[in-house]
């Protein structure tokens, strides 16, 4: 049994989205950070990147910090939610419906 594909008004498939939290510990996350800039660059999907104390990123939708309410919407609208290793943000995946991928330090 296959799902139907959710579409836009106009018909077009909406790009997925994918959602990358570093979380909000003060260590820096670097290796993920530029592993999905590379990612991408031509992976064709929306990005939503919190990159915490990491390095900035240039990214459209990449920012330092999201709040709680932001980031409750961000993945409930993800399709795909990629994380550090920390629990609540596991948790909270979880919550939503998600199996995230998630990346050690």
């Given at each position: 049994?296959?799902?139907?594909?959710?579409?836009?008004?106009?018909?077009?498939?909406?790009?997925?989205?994918?959602?990358?939290?570093?979380?909000?510990?003060?260590?820096?996350?670097?290796?993920?950070?530029?592993?999905?800039e590379r990612w991408?660059?031509?992976?064709?999907?929306?990005?939503?990147?919190?990159?915490?104390h990491s390095r900035?990123?240039?990214?459209?939708?990449?920012?330092?910090?999201?709040?709680?309410?932001?980031?409750?919407?961000?993945?409930?609208?993800?399709?795909?939610?990629?994380?550090?290793?920390?629990?609540?943000?596991?948790?909270?995946?979880?919550?939503?419906g998600h199996l995230?991928?998630?990346?050690?330090?």
């Amino acid at each position: 049994m296959s799902l139907p594909v959710p579409r836009q008004r106009d018909g077009r498939v909406p790009e997925p989205l994918v959602l990358a939290v570093v979380g909000t510990d003060v260590h820096r996350f670097d290796r993920l950070v530029g592993w999905l800039e590379r990612w991408h660059a031509g992976a064709g999907v929306r990005l939503v990147l919190q990159y915490g104390h990491s390095r900035a990123s240039q990214l459209d939708g990449a920012v330092p910090f999201l709040g709680h309410d932001e980031l409750q919407r961000a993945m409930a609208e993800a399709t795909l939610v990629v994380s550090h290793g920390g629990p609540a943000t596991i948790t909270e995946a979880r919550r939503t419906g998600h199996l995230p991928i998630v990346v050690p330090p």
